[in-house]
């Protein structure tokens, strides 16, 4: 059973430069969670997305999107890339809205803006 | 709004001894979850061990138990028998129910070494 996984393990932009990165959910999950852990703090939310559609979203600015294919894999993009988005970027998938179940992580993407 | 605060930003152990994490937080809410997640060296967070609210038992897993005092919105993590694969940060959640949806908030960490 194939837990989270997250492409690419980490990479190196350039300020002003726009990312995208990539989340595949646990089998049998189907709601997406984005985490930004910046150096030394703990996970921040940043969105939430369930049948495709974003349901909830942190204090995080428009320059942040994503999306949800049918297959539940999601992607995060972020644009005009600043200094301050050096982060661990980190996908938690789990099953189902208005319940409490668990989120599983993925081992998340180290992104590094220069 | 429900924060989570870990006061100690790091400890140390000696191998099979045990330690113990402190956790508060704060919230309105009166049914809800919390749960300790563990971050190694190799970056994946992985979920220790989780408490509902409305349960009065305190959860046990394996070396890992929970002291959940509800009133004092405590919920501090026991580490026995410590083994070098413990050493990691720790994290505290708190699940937060809003718009039909959850979220994790955490708190900062505490960086545990374990020492052999």
């Known amino acids: 059973d194939a837990g989270v996984t997250q492409s690419p393990t980490h990479l190196i932009k350039t300020r002003g430069q726009q990312v995208t990165l990539r989340c595949s959910p646990k089998?049998?999950?189907?709601?997406v969670s984005w985490y930004q852990q910046a150096l030394g703090q703990g996970p921040q939310f940043i969105f939430q997305y369930y049948e495709e559609e974003e349901r909830q979203r942190g204090n995080f600015p428009d320059r942040f999107s994503g999306h949800q294919f049918p297959n539940y894999s999601s992607e995060l993009n972020v644009n005009a890339l600043l200094l301050g988005d050096s982060a661990l970027y980190l996908c938690?998938?789990?099953f189902g809205q208005g319940v409490y179940y668990e989120q599983y992580f993925g081992p998340g993407t180290r992104l590094t803006v220069t | 709004a429900q924060t989570v605060t870990q006061s100690q930003p790091e400890m140390s152990v000696q191998e099979a001894e045990t330690v113990t994490l402190s956790c508060t937080y704060d919230t309105s809410e009166s049914n809800y979850y919390l749960f300790w997640y563990k971050q190694p060296p190799s970056r994946q967070m992985i979920l220790v061990i989780r408490q509902e609210a409305y349960k009065q038992q305190n959860a046990t897993e394996n070396r890992f138990s929970v002291n959940f005092q509800k009133a004092a919105k405590s919920f501090s993590l026991k580490i026995s028998d410590s083994q070098l694969g413990d050493t990691a940060m720790y994290f505290c959640a708190f699940m937060k129910h809003e718009g039909g949806s959850e979220k994790l908030v955490f708190g900062k960490g505490t960086k545990l070494t374990v020492n052999p």
């Open positions: 938690a998938s789990s």
């Open positions: 089998s049998g999950h189907d709601t």
